[in-house]
């Protein structure tokens, strides 16, 4: 069985009795001891990782800032949309009821400028025939308001 050896830190007090001397490498050189290059590669490494944690925190930071601002953007594009929607509708609006208006003062016009001429017939009838004469008118009269009627209705269905 191979004989292991043991490994002793390097200012251990059995290489200070073994008479061991500075160690040199095959060309007579001091021979240098890798462990503060260990050490100092080990740091730079930590400080590498540290400052990639720190600009991918600051990267994600600045996407959620970024996203934020786009939010509120669109917050504010959609508000200046639905006032000029609401704008354009409420004009709309009153522009539908004021040819509505003008248009059933027309047909208003049209049914009294007919009952009234309704009237006069029936006044200018009346001696001649009794009883049935009012009828006569009443029936015309409804007709006619009934005529109006479907006139206004099917405009407004129609519009809309």
Do not use: C
Not at 53 to 63: G, I, K, S
Not at 73 to 91: C, Y
Not at 131 to 148: L, M
């Amino acid at each position: 069985m191979a004989s292991r050896q043991i490994r002793r830190p390097v200012g251990s007090q059995q290489n200070k009795v073994s008479g061991a001397g500075v160690a040199v490498d095959s060309y007579g050189g001091p021979v240098i001891d890798p462990t503060e290059n260990v050490l100092a590669l080990v740091d730079a490494e930590s400080k590498y990782q540290n400052d990639m944690r720190e600009a991918e925190t600051r990267r994600v930071n600045e996407a959620a800032a970024a996203e934020t601002r786009r939010i509120a953007e669109l917050s504010l594009q959609k508000q200046t949309f639905d006032s000029e929607m609401a704008r354009v509708l409420r004009a709309n609006m009153d522009s539908t009821s004021t040819l509505l208006a003008m248009q059933l003062k027309e047909v208003k016009t049209d049914i009294q400028i007919e009952l009234r001429s309704l009237n006069q017939f029936r006044w200018e009838s009346g001696g001649k025939t009794t009883g049935r004469s009012d009828v006569f008118g009443y029936i015309i009269a409804a007709a006619s308001a009934s005529a109006a009627l479907t006139v206004i209705v099917s405009f407004f269905l129609r519009a809309h």
